[in-house]
């Protein structure tokens, strides 16, 4: 099945830096590449998501990449402020006609934005 | 617009005692799925629910059971309980052709 490695698993940038977070994956029939944001007591939520006919995406400060010759995708975050301190997680996605229960998780990355 | 909603949110067990975790959506989704999360592990998906009236397992189903009552409610079950089924509980749904999937707020669930 898919396995998906994200690193770091825990990050410290400073205000107004940029924090860049990478995840790997093994099954090269993933398609889907999805992005979320999970604050302390919630539930995660999508921040942003890549197909694989796309190489890059972005939205505002948040940008994601997608190397699929490489396996991998990041998650570009510029000028980081407080409020974007939480835990994000990668996943992957092999996809299907119903939904997403092909989709894997990679292990979380603990952001904090110090001031 | 409640999204997806699950009770209760917080939970102590004894080993050996049963309970059930329900959910609902109010976004007439189709899929529906149970996660676990772990610190360190990430989320991984206990079982799912493709549409109304079908459920099948994911990654980690031992221990555990699901009812797809109809579109709106999918429930979990613990039948007895044991401490490695402590863990947060979430539920989430999708409208079920490889979209967002939307998540509860978690239910944090111990079992002493």
């Known amino acids: 099945g898919e396995n998906v490695e994200q690193h770091p698993s825990t990050l410290s940038v400073q205000e107004g830096d940029s924090a860049v977070i990478k995840c790997t994956y093994s099954?090269?029939?993933?398609?889907?590449f999805p992005w979320y944001k999970q604050e302390l007591g919630k539930g995660p939520q999508l921040i942003i998501d890549i197909r694989s006919n796309v190489g890059e995406k972005k939205d505002q400060r948040i940008a994601v990449t997608l190397n699929k010759t490489a396996k991998h995708f990041s998650l570009h975050i510029t000028e980081t402020q407080p409020e974007d301190s939480a835990v994000y997680f990668c996943a992957a996605s092999t996809g299907s006609h119903f939904g997403n229960e092909k989709l894997t998780f990679g292990t979380g990355t603990r952001l904090t934005i110090i001031p | 617009n409640a999204g997806v909603t699950q009770t209760p949110k917080f939970q102590v067990l004894k080993t050996g005692q049963s309970m059930t975790l329900q959910c609902a959506q109010d976004?007439?989704?189709?899929?529906m799925y149970w996660y676990r999360q772990d610190p360190g592990m990430g989320l991984r998906l206990i079982y799912y629910s493709a549409s109304e009236g079908t459920t099948d397992k994911g990654e980690v189903p031992n221990g555990y059971n699901v009812s797809r009552l109809n579109k709106r409610e999918f429930s979990l079950r613990l039948e007895s309980a044991a401490p490695s089924q402590t863990s947060v509980y979430f539920c989430?749904?999708?409208?079920?052709?490889?979209?967002?999937?939307?998540f509860g707020e978690g239910s944090w669930l111990t079992v002493v």
């Open positions: 976004m007439n989704h189709n899929s």
């Open positions: 989430a749904s999708e409208i079920g052709t490889g979209n967002t999937i939307y």
């Open positions: 099954d090269s029939a993933s398609n889907y």
